[in-house]
């Protein structure tokens, strides 16, 4: 292990360690924190300017001639070029963020009145009732106020709350629509939740609706995880159990509110100032959470029960948050293209851009969505959860204790990076990923992707490297990446035969994927002006593995851009804009569905896939 | 006793037995069906014919003039005119009824659909998926419907509900949303509730929402009576104990449960059939249902919680129907003018008419409203529950064994007649009025409602009258109405001295009701084209007792009209029509609420009122 850097970045208040030599921008990655980079973060475009407030950073050439040396001088510096040498602190300017449009804060045009996009809260300080003048509460409390509904909920709080509150209330609106009334003013506190509810992660985010900052984000594996790993499991179980359902829905629900709960207490939210959630997952995922049969979803033609986003309430999915809660579930496409791809074409922009671009979601289904000639093309592919950490003998989430990174030394060794700069407990994705291409690099793993025993290996090795390869039984080799001393068990974490047989099939799904849209738009890789890369652990990836591996077409790389977990991104603009709800709509009538998985030729693309590419030793 | 002849009511299939001489219009209304007597019920408008069908009924010298020979010997006759003789089976004609107009068909546009004005249904029958057409069940289903919203319900049961009827489903719409979805074609299935909601008695009606047809009513005490017998003692409950809101509240929702409960079974309807329910009761009981604290109008200035109309779901109320079944609060004046005199108003067509008309509406509260140059002025008076029944020794409401009407014989002895023939066990609302007006008449009761002792007793009483009239102690005397051999216990029911204190009390509010309202008006009750009379028991009072008792200022009989229970007509009205949910609207905002309890006025009218017109003998 080398020694780590702690970078702290605000004002979100995050910190990571990370080795020497790694870009900011990847830094603020691994934070959770995604800066643009239009030009593909190669120090042109330069709207991925930071300022270093703390420690040293050297300023390349690039960005003094990009910046200006008053502004280097000030500690700006270019994200994308600018690499840690030293422990930072680091301000991010709100402008740099990826998703900066998305936090729109409305003017104060009245002073009593805060307005966000989708919640408006109104202070109201009132007369309180004399003689003579018995006009109703709900009256007294929205004279003046355009509203279309008054909820129950709000009526029968209302009077108890006015009357504590000597007449001092605070009305939350969501559109038209009065949800509830606070005792005093509450205008500064508003918030909402987006989840993306992957097959094996799922995060969240707390919101809040006023300035469209993140207060907090939470991940963690899916429980439904326990009946079967993959999409078809789940539906399996709905098909063949009566309260299989109930089970698998009971289970997402629980891990929410567990969610939720963490969310509210580590950043010291109430629940009833929760005011609206938005939920993007994939089909079965979001059916299941609703309570929605996902049979169909398990038999030709795959049919899913709805398309159009859904509009319901926190009681009716079981969150628990306030009954008025509104809750906002992403439209779907297809079977297996759904809120997630919605969120994510939503949060990369596609369905407004000229340009011939593909978002590649990695997760449990490989989403892959083509824009090209201003059309929109989905296709899902199923990955399985490897790139999870599921399915690997020491794969782990990406959290901490687990394996992140995988590089070769100066002296030809392995080295490792430890998420949480402590004893590794396992491997997650990124470091599959990352492990497959140097091993492919060095030899020890060849085009077939069998590990090489070493009786085979390359005679230039070096002994270190070579002393890594283990050999239990002939069908059983494996690469120790984290010797006995590193980790926190004293067992090696090592990448084995079987890991390598899972990372194929989920590269080759998803580079069969990419190649079949491609295909049929007729279009090579090369006319692709940028691939966006998203998913729960997407902005973890190395991307010159993901195309030593062959998992993405042999793009240069500054048209390979990490735009972070799009879903979550895009369910945070529909928590914030009155006009993303509507986008996504538009968006799912838009996209063409593409089922690859009856199409022979999928088949052959797939196969063709299994193999890696050659590599130039 | 003497004897009563059945009567069964066409297409109703409803049975009364009534005294001879009992007019037919007058049978009508205690079976429940209240007929159309725009002239008052003197025979000239000739809105209210009927059919006999079945046995003898002599046609008027009137009646042939307004109908003509070949109609008369067809079996028509007006329903005001013609009295009782002999069991009669007759047929009312949907144009004779009072609320025709509520009976809203719309025509068949499209044969696929039944349009009813609230509730919708569409047949749908769809072609199975199939390989290729992935289209989701609910794109499938709406298919060129006009759709707003989709209950987060009706999308978990769709699949199931298209797989089990071969995709051939009935779509429910509640103006533009979908609340449900049901196997096959289920057009013919389309129900409604309105309730009634008093202090002291409830009634409920189940509609047939495809025709307007009333199916099924029924009527019980409130439950809510054993923690106090008005009102006041209602709020001082909440007031007072922790848990008084919620206990109040489950009795009358599991009143209205069991009452649901009575009208599905009797028609043979299943609860998923019921679309919709319509409430309407006084302010303190429309809060209470709902779960809204009434506390504050139990105090100055008696301020309502809410006055628009209310839009929710059977879930949110508690009522044992389909969660997406709409629920509809009628809209509140003020603190004692209710959502049932918001439907009075509506169901008496008060807010369309240019005449000097008066509604009073007699329940626990008696609500009157004047309509007079275009200007509606509404009030309230605590009338107490003795119209009802209670506070009665023997009261009772007016069900089977109650003692409902009391004449006086050629003998000069009273008669009485009793609800369902049988032995009579207690005296209901109308009754009292009856039996105080024929006391009064005959000089046994007093100008100031004393009932005087035998030994006081005009000398031209008849012996057996006299002999009704009996001494306890001093302060204890009584008039025994049905003798111990008419009783269904063997002991006698009478009316007790403290009985005609109780009927002065409410009557003297109702009059002085009316009397301030008039005088504010700077109108004389000669200036009134009529009096409607309203109530769940409105329609069983003699008009003549109620100007004898003072209780209606001294006005023509025909000038005084009965409409039934307004209340419950109103809550129909808004159940079958969109534009009455739009006019309650327009009537709650167009109303003038005038508190009368605070004016000295009002004491003094009050005082005059407790006094008994003087009779002539």
Known sequence: MSREFKISFMPAERTVYVLPGTPLMEAAARAGIILQAACGGVGTCGKC????????????ESEIKALGSARIAAGDRLACIATVSAP???????????????????????????????IHKTFRRLQPPEHGDCVSDCDRLLQGMTVR?????????????????????????????????????????????????????????????LTGNQRAVTARMNSQARFGDDVLSRIQLCRSETGGLIRLRDAVVGDLNDMIRVLLSESRVAPEHVYRVVLAGNTTMQQILCG???????????????NRGLETDAAAIGLRLPAAAGVFVFPQIGGFVGGDTVAGILAAGMWEEGESTLLVDIGTNGEIVLAHDGVLTATSVAAGPAFEGARIVNGMRAAAGAIEKVTTGNDGDLMINIIGNRPATGLCGSAL?????????????????????????????????????????????MVILAHPEETANREPVCLYQKDVRELQLANAAIRAGIDLLLRRAGLESRDLSVIMLAGAFGNYIR???????????????????????????????????????????VIQQAVNHVDLSLDPEFQMAFSEAMLFPEQDR
């Open 543 to 585: 991307r010159r593995n993901a195309v030593r591996i062959g998992m993405l077409p042999p793009l240069a790389l500054d048209h390979i851009r990490f735009i972070g977990n799009a879903a979550s991104l895009g369910a945070k603009r529909a928590l914030l804009s009155r006009a993303a709800i509507k986008a996504v709509d």
């Open 292 to 306: 929605i049969d996902p049979s169909a979803l398990g038999e030709l033609p795959f049919v899913p029960v709805f």
């Open 49 to 60: 300017v930071i300022r270093i407030v703390d420690g040293e950073c050297a300023a390349s």
């Open 433 to 477: 990923i990352d492990a497959v291409a140097e091993l492919l690099c060095c030899g020890i793993i060849d085009m077939t992707g069998r590990i090489l025993p070493p009786d085979e290996l390359p005679a230039d090795i070096p002994a270190a490297l070579r002393a890594r390869v283990r050999v239990q039984t002939e069908d059983d080799i």
């Open 88 to 118: 930072l602190t680091v301000e991010i300017p709100e402008t740099s963020l990826f998703d900066a449009d998305a936090r729109i804060l409305v003017a104060n045009d009245d002073r009593d009145t805060v307005a966000v996009t989708t």
């Open 149 to 209: 509904q008054v909820r129950l909920d709000m009526l029968r709080a209302l009077p108890g709350v006015l009357r504590r509150s000597n007449f001092e209330a605070t009305v939350v609106q969501f559109d038209d629509d009065v949800i509830a009334v606070e005792p005093g003013d509450t205008r500064d506190r508003c918030y909402g939740l987006a989840f993306d509810i992957g097959s094996t992660t799922l995060v969240g985010t707390l919101v809040d609706l």
